[in-house]
């Protein structure tokens, strides 16, 4: 039995995706990185890598089984013809359609078994939007393709940090009317599992933070922790969860306090994201947890400013691969 090669989707054809998955290829022997192959254009990539001067030669597979023989001397790609023009910085709508048919095409690689993981580079939602994307991101797209009932929870690591968000993209001013007990369960209890299925960890601790400053202190400053976050970290308690809050998130990303939980549970998404890219900027890795399969992605945007230059930093990438690979071995995925 063998482990299946990881599916790597293109991204956003005009951001950085192209020349981070090229970088991390040419790296692989150094990093040790597992197979992956890219659902991508083979032209485009030919195109860029000579605009470059990268030597990489290319091996156009039918089948993401062909990957892992070609990976050590050719980068795999399974073709994706790219309709519209590719000109770095300037994304063209015309392309948007074969952006979203990568990504479903590799969801089902991976729901089928012939792919272990799915790691996805950089989408533009603006671009996608037109061409009748209907989704706030990548995470609630791919819950879709999982299947009815999948309630997707977002998840950033670096190593030393864990953070998972309970809302995500809305603003600041709606956060505190549209937190409530059931979804922090829900967020806790799904953590929870994922830290003991793809992480290995067999008692996870897992602490929530507050919402106000020093977490309300008493009521003085908001009444979310006591009537909403802590009725829900009792019941979590009961459940048998190491549960610890709610905390004053201002001391919570201190480095001796880190060493004392697996994941902090924030209320909002500056609350995740703000410790995870000042601790550890260029390695950090957007994991999607409650799927029927693995996925990871690189923690930052297409870069447009600086696409096509080969200035683009491939490590957040090699980390969402090794992420998805260490995933895909914890579970025991095997072909």
Same mark, same amino acid.
Request: hydrophobic letters at 55%.
């Given at each position: 039995?063998?482990?299946?090669?990881?599916?790597?989707?293109?991204? /956003?054809? %005009?951001g950085v995706g192209a020349e981070i998955a090229l970088k991390a290829w040419m790296r692989r022997d150094e990093l040790k990185l597992p197979p992956f192959f890219l659902l991508d254009d083979p032209r485009r990539l030919a195109r860029l890598a000579e605009n470059?001067?990268?030597?990489?030669d290319l091996a156009e597979i039918d089948s993401p089984a062909e990957a892992t023989g070609a990976f050590g001397q050719e980068l795999p790609v399974l073709p994706r013809p790219l309709p519209g023009s590719v000109l770095p910085g300037t994304p063209d709508p015309a392309n948007a359609p074969a952006v979203l048919t990568a990504i479903e095409d590799a969801v089902g690689m991976v729901l089928d078994g012939d792919a272990a993981a799915l790691v996805t580079n950089p989408i533009n939602k603006a671009v996608l939007y037109e061409a009748g994307f209907r989704h706030p991101g990548?995470?609630?797209?791919?819950? /879709?393709? %999982?299947?009815?009932?999948?309630k997707p929870v977002m998840m950033l690591a670096c190593p030393g940090l864990r953070v998972v968000p309970v809302t995500i993209h809305i603003a600041l001013g709606e956060v505190a009317k549209n937190l409530n007990q059931g979804e922090i369960e829900r967020v806790v209890r799904t953590t929870a599992r994922a830290l003991k299925r793809d992480f290995g960890i067999a008692n996870p601790q897992i602490v929530i933070a507050g919402l106000n400053p020093h977490a309300g202190e008493g009521g003085a400053m908001g009444r979310e922790e006591i009537e909403i976050i802590k009725p829900a970290v009792d019941i979590l308690k009961s459940e048998q969860i190491s549960v610890l809050g709610p905390a004053p998130a201002d001391t919570l990303f201190h480095e001796r306090i880190r060493k004392t939980y697996d994941a902090a549970i924030c209320m909002y998404h500056d609350q995740a994201l703000i410790p995870i890219k000042t601790i550890d900027f260029h390695n950090g890795v957007n994991i999607t947890l409650g799927l029927p399969f693995i996925r990871t992605s690189p923690d930052h945007g297409t870069a447009f400013e600086i696409a096509g230059t080969g200035v683009a930093d491939e490590r957040s990438l090699v980390a969402a691969i090794r992420e998805?690979?260490?995933?895909a071995e914890q579970r025991g995925i095997s072909r």
């Open positions: 039995m063998t482990t299946p090669p990881i599916a790597l989707t293109m991204g /956003e054809p %005009a470059l001067d990268w030597p990489i990548h995470t609630e797209f791919l819950a /879709e393709l %999982a299947g009815p009932d999948v998805a690979a260490a995933m």
